[in-house]
C-alpha cells in the first residue's frame, strides 16, 4: 500500500493563478482531510470529508475548495492563489467517520509559494 | 472540544527518558487521548492513543490519571531521532464528526 499520497510536493505560484493540490488514498478509508502548517504553528484543518459526495469546511476553509467524487480522491482547489496562502499542506486519512478512536495516517505534503 | 495544553519545547539528552505532560482540564467522558509526532518536512504519525490508566507501546507509554484531566507521554531512552514536534490531541466520538485539532505541540530537542 502506498498509503497517503499527496502531488505535487512543491509548488511556486503567481497570486490569482488557480491550482489543486492532490491528494489519493488506498487504504479504502471513509474520512480525508486537509491542513495547513504556517511556521511554528499547529496543523489548521481547512476542509474534511466523511465519504465520497460529503464535505464540511474546518477551521481555515477561505480560498480553498474541495470535492469528494471517490473514496480515493480528495483534492484541494485554490481558486485564486494569495500570499497568505503560502504554507505547508498535508493530507490525511483515517478509517473511520473521523472520531477520535481512528488513527489518522497523513501524506508527505505540499510546500506551496504564493509570489 | 477539550482544549490542550502542553509545553512549547523541551531539551532533553541521549538515553533520558523524556516526559511530556498534556493538560485537558474539560476532558468529556467519552474523549480520548491521543499523541501525534512530526518530523521537519513530514505529516505527523500516530505514536499512542488511550483512554485511562497506562498504555504502553513498542515506541512509548502513555499515562492518564484517574481524573483524565492531564496525561504524560513517556518516551524511553531517548536518542537524536526522537528529535520532533509532539502533539497532543483529545476527542472522542460524537453525534456529528469529530475534527480532530493540532495544537502547537511541544518541540523535542535531543541533544547529543
Known amino acids: 500500500n502506498a498509503g497517503v499520497t499527496q502531488t505535487p510536493k512543491f509548488q511556486v505560484l503567481k497570486t490569482g493563478q488557480s491550482m489543486t493540490l492532490q491528494c489519493a488514498q488506498d487504504?479504502?478509508?471513509?474520512?480525508m482531510s486537509w491542513y495547513r502548517q504556517d511556521p511554528g504553528m499547529g496543523l489548521r484543518l481547512i476542509h474534511y470529508?466523511?465519504?465520497?459526495?460529503?464535505?464540511d469546511q474546518g477551521e481555515v476553509p477561505n480560498g480553498y475548495n474541495v470535492s469528494r467524487s471517490t473514496t480515493e480522491d480528495f483534492p484541494l482547489r485554490l481558486l485564486s492563489a494569495a500570499p497568505s496562502q503560502t504554507s505547508v499542506y498535508f493530507c490525511?486519512?483515517?478509517?473511520?467517520?473521523?472520531?477520535?478512536?481512528?488513527?489518522?495516517?497523513f501524506g508527505s505534503g505540499t510546500q506551496l509559494s504564493v509570489l | 472540544l477539550a482544549k490542550t495544553t502542553q509545553p512549547i519545547s523541551m531539551d532533553s539528552y541521549e538515553g533520558q527518558e523524556v516526559n511530556i505532560t498534556c493538560s485537558h482540564n474539560?476532558?468529556?467522558?467519552?474523549?480520548?487521548i491521543t499523541w501525534y509526532q512530526q518530523f521537519p518536512s513530514q505529516g505527523p504519525r500516530f505514536i499512542i492513543q488511550?483512554?485511562?490508566t497506562k498504555v504502553t507501546n513498542e515506541v512509548a507509554s502513555l499515562f492518564i490519571p484517574a481524573d483524565r484531566k492531564s496525561s504524560t507521554l513517556s518516551l524511553p531512552r531517548v536518542s537524536l531521532s526522537d528529535t520532533a514536534v509532539y502533539y497532543c490531541?483529545?476527542?472522542?466520538?460524537?453525534?456529528?464528526?469529530?475534527?480532530?485539532?493540532f495544537g502547537r505541540g511541544t518541540s523535542l530537542i535531543v541533544h547529543p
Open positions: 474539560n476532558i468529556a467522558t467519552n474523549d480520548y
Open positions: 490525511a486519512s483515517s478509517r473511520g467517520s473521523g472520531t477520535a478512536l481512528e488513527k489518522l495516517f
Open positions: 490531541l483529545v476527542g472522542g466520538p460524537s453525534g456529528g464528526s469529530y475534527i480532530p485539532t
Open positions: 470529508s466523511v465519504g465520497a459526495g460529503i464535505t
Open positions: 487504504m479504502n478509508h471513509e474520512y
Open positions: 488511550g483512554y485511562k
